[in-house]
């Protein structure tokens, strides 16, 4: 029998935690009991907007360390002094899930006093609405129940498939980072089309339908890219998309090696 997780708690208040918060909220799934901590009372004060009843919140991280699971969500340069703080305090039983890249399994099970409960999980921001793209890796250690459990709760974010946890850096720069890629694109998109003359509802319809046909059609029409380029005879950016291939490959492989480098430190 599953255990059902009527508890969770968090350490870091800022982005992810609201997004998944909000997230839970929407699929009306937010446990019975969130302990949040965060030194910054602004981020506080936001989450407890979520549930004034739900949610608890403080500004010391040994006071949210009885939960079922618990959420690292936080910046890689605060690893260390975290793990340092709770490390001894931690409840071995306890499923700690990790938000951060960069630290392996390995890593926090050193740096965590030999706790093998983990999770290394790479969000994506359309978990706020149940459609995310979560890839996750579990230590060996933890038993089936636990996973399933974890998984249970985890898909009212949309999709967490279960990856090789080596990979995990490369989906934080494809799935994780990869929104803000073209998020300002389509609002200028909107921007413009209202220009044209189209309403607002009129522009972000437009944009959703084509964006939602267009990755269906690139990936799903058993077509080569070629062909799929070749549908529409008019490319009024043709003259800007070997830039923007550059502008990638630089940029994105760059950023790849770096993950790499600190994966290994």
């Known amino acids: 029998m599953l255990q059902k997780i009527e508890s969770m708690s968090f350490i870091g208040g800022g982005r992810l935690t609201f997004l998944l918060l909000q997230g839970l909220?929407?699929?009306?799934?937010?446990?019975?009991?969130?302990?949040?901590?965060d030194p910054h009372p602004a981020n506080l004060d936001r989450l407890r907007k979520i549930s004034d009843t739900q949610i608890k919140t403080f500004s010391e991280n040994k006071e949210v360390l009885q939960s079922q699971i618990l959420f690292l969500n936080i910046h890689p340069d605060a690893v260390l002094a975290v793990a340092d703080e709770i490390k001894n305090i931690l409840p071995k039983e306890k499923l700690v899930v990790s938000c951060v890249p960069t630290f392996t399994l390995n890593r926090l099970e050193r740096l965590l006093n030999g706790h093998q409960n983990l999770v290394r999980m790479i969000p994506n921001a359309p978990s706020i609405i149940g459609k995310g793209y979560n890839p996750l890796s579990f230590h060996p250690s933890v038993n089936e129940?636990?996973?399933?459990?974890?998984?249970?709760?985890?898909?009212?974010?949309?999709?967490?498939?279960?990856v090789e946890e080596e990979n995990l850096e490369s989906y934080a720069i494809l799935s994780g980072m990869g929104p803000t890629y073209f998020w300002f694109q389509w609002l200028e998109l909107i921007n413009l089309a209202q220009q044209f003359g189209l309403s607002e509802a009129q522009s972000k319809e437009a944009i959703a339908q084509m964006v939602h046909g267009a990755v269906d059609t690139l990936l799903h029409s058993n077509l080569t890219p070629q062909e799929v380029l070749d549908l529409i005879p008019v490319h009024p950016l043709k003259k800007q998309e070997e830039t923007i291939r550059q502008i990638y490959k630089e940029h994105l492989t760059r950023l790849q090696e770096k993950l790499k480098m600190l994966r290994s430190s």
């Open 25 to 37: 909220k929407a699929q009306n799934t937010l446990p019975e009991n969130i302990l949040i901590s």
């Open 145 to 162: 129940e636990m996973q399933k459990s974890f998984l249970t709760l985890a898909k009212n974010w949309g999709q967490c498939p279960i």
